[in-house]
T-cell receptor, first 113, second 111 residues
Framework: KAGVTQTPRYLIKTRGQQVTLSCSPISGHRSVSWYQQTPGQGLQFLFEYFSETQRNKGNFPGRFSGRQFSNSRSEMNVSTLELGDSALYLC????????????FGSGTRLTVV | KQEVTQIPAALSVPEGENLVLNCSFTDSAIYNLQWFRQDPGKGLTSLLLIQSSQREQTSGRLNASLDKSSGRSTLYIAASQPGDSATYLCAVMGNNNDMRFGAGTRLTVKP
């Protein structure tokens, strides 16, 4: 059974640009969550999507957005990149109910220069 | 707002030692608690998931306990090995489907 797949693994972008990250969940998983991980702030919740609807949202500015497609794949977009957006972005999927744990992808390392 | 704290922040032990990692949380109204392992620059690997109705879970040399009333969980690692060196993260799932993470414990097992 394939795991959670995140693409690309590494990205280098310039300040002011925008970026789109992709996450393919485990087959059958309908919930996809996104997290930002930095050395200073640790793991911070961005948002969760379930059945193409945003179900929960963390405290990030509107530059961070996401969406989920009918096949449960999700994308995360960051516009007007800032140096502080440099981080490891992790995607996690689960079946959709709280009784089951998360499975994480390997992450996308974003560097903003 | 749920706050998750992990102590110690870092731990270094000789190979073969048994050890305990601690996790505490402020809101006892949780669905479950999950322990993860993270190697440098990599994603998170799930180790154990404890439902709110359970007291402990075991997998190989790992045992995790949960005491909801006191807001505590422990991860016990028996007979530690150098390959166990990683950062261990505790995560609590709340009523609003929001998973909160601790800052992690960085474990080094010396040969």
């Amino acid at each position: 059974k394939a795991g959670v797949t995140q693409t690309p693994r590494y990205l280098i972008k310039t300040r002011g640009q925008q970026v789109t990250l992709s996450c393919s969940p485990i087959s059958g998983h309908r919930s996809v969550s996104w997290y930002q991980q930095t050395p200073g702030q640790g793991l911070q919740f961005l948002f969760e999507y379930f059945s193409e609807t945003q179900r929960n949202k963390g405290n990030f500015p509107g530059r961070f957005s996401g969406r989920q497609f009918s096949n449960s794949r999700s994308e995360m977009n960051v516009s007007t990149l800032e140096l502080g957006d440099s981080a490891l972005y992790l995607c996690a999927s689960r079946t959709g109910t709280a009784n089951y744990g998360y499975t994480f992808g390997s992450g996308t390392r974003l560097t903003v220069v | 707002k749920q706050e998750v704290t992990q102590i110690p922040a870092a731990l270094s032990v000789p190979e073969g030692e048994n050890l305990v990692l601690n996790c505490s949380f402020t809101d006892s109204a949780i669905y479950n608690l999950q322990w993860f392992r993270q190697d440098p620059g990599k994603g998170l690997t799930s180790l154990l998931l404890i439902q709110s109705s359970q007291r402990e879970q075991t997998s190989g040399r790992l045992n995790a306990s949960l005491d909801k009333s006191s807001g505590r969980s422990t991860l016990y690692i028996a007979a530690s090995q150098p390959g166990d060196s990683a950062t261990y993260l505790c995560a609590v799932m709340g009523n609003n489907n929001d998973m909160r993470f601790g800052a992690g414990t960085r474990l080094t097992v010396k040969p």
